[in-house]
């Protein structure tokens, strides 16, 4: 079974949302800088060589270096929101990891997976806390729609653990979840998604 909502109506704790983190100026602009540039094959870590790897299989979808000033703009307001991030998840969050800016094009899609390690690894994907996707562009089912599938699905959120529930993704909502929980991306059935990613990390001394 799964359940569709709307950002704002995730009734979980597990679930932090921010409806208008982007204005519309900012995302039309990361949507025109993203459109322009064909990207690279997004990548997924290898549990068993701890390498970073392309896979159609598990991920299709393609990452895109956003011009600095937009970069810049967009991980200031997520560092005006790290307090709230903070007392959300009980605990203290160094700085975000590097943005990552991704396209999905029809087809395209990011298989079940955690974002987080739990093994200390060399990348540091053991230390992720909080994921952290903001919506470009809406999908079918929200105001302005302009691509069909894509939802967020993310699991292990219902009672019934053979549920999900689908993320309908809305242009300039933040939406965060624990790094461990599973989750997806569904493929896209036409048009194309635009999507931020980043995590927060829990402060080194945590592991010493």
Request: glycine share 6%; hydrophobic share 40%.
């Given at each position: 079974?799964t359940?569709?909502?709307?950002?704002?109506?995730?009734?979980?704790?597990?679930?932090?949302?921010?409806?208008?983190?982007?204005?519309?100026?900012?995302?039309?602009?990361?949507?025109?800088?993203?459109?322009?540039?064909?990207?690279?094959?997004?990548?997924?870590?290898?549990?068993?060589t701890?390498?970073?790897?392309?896979?159609?299989?598990?991920?299709?979808?393609?990452?895109?270096?956003?011009?600095?000033?937009?970069?810049?703009?967009?991980?200031?307001?997520?560092?005006?929101?790290?307090?709230?991030?903070?007392?959300?998840?009980?605990?203290?969050?160094?700085?975000?990891?590097?943005?990552?800016?991704?396209?999905?094009?029809?087809?395209?899609?990011?298989?079940?997976?955690?974002?987080?390690?739990?093994?200390?690894?060399?990348?540091?994907?053991?230390?992720r806390?909080?994921?952290?996707?903001?919506?470009?562009?809406?999908?079918?089912?929200?105001?302005g729609?302009?691509?069909?599938g894509?939802?967020?699905?993310?699991?292990?959120?219902l009672?019934?653990?053979?549920?999900?529930?689908?993320?309908?993704?809305?242009?300039?909502?933040?939406?965060?979840?624990?790094?461990?929980?599973?989750?997806?991306?569904?493929?896209?059935?036409?048009?194309?998604?635009?999507?931020?990613?980043?995590?927060?990390?829990?402060?080194?001394?945590?592991?010493?």
């Open positions: 079974m359940v569709r909502c709307r950002p704002r109506d995730c009734r979980s704790p597990f679930v932090f949302v921010r409806d208008g983190f982007l204005e519309q100026a900012l995302l039309e602009a990361i949507q025109r800088a993203m459109v322009h540039e064909a990207g690279d094959a997004a990548e997924i870590l290898d549990a068993h701890g390498a970073l790897r392309t896979t159609t299989e598990i991920r299709r979808a393609w990452e895109v270096s956003l011009p600095d000033a937009l970069e810049g703009a967009v991980l200031e307001r997520l560092e005006g929101v790290r307090p709230d991030l903070e007392r959300w998840c009980g605990q203290p969050l160094e700085e975000s990891e590097a943005l990552a800016a991704l396209r999905y094009p029809s087809g395209a899609y990011y298989r079940t997976h955690r974002d987080a390690s739990v093994q200390p690894d060399p990348l540091g994907l053991h230390r806390v909080a994921s952290i996707v903001v919506f470009v562009n809406s999908g079918e089912g929200a105001p729609a302009s691509f069909a894509g939802a967020l699905r993310l699991h292990e959120l009672e019934d653990i053979t549920a999900a529930v689908d993320v309908t993704p809305e242009a300039g909502t933040l939406i965060a979840f624990p790094s461990s929980l599973l989750h997806e991306v569904t493929t896209v059935t036409s048009g194309e998604r635009f999507s931020l990613v980043t995590w927060m990390l829990r402060p080194d001394h945590a592991h010493q």
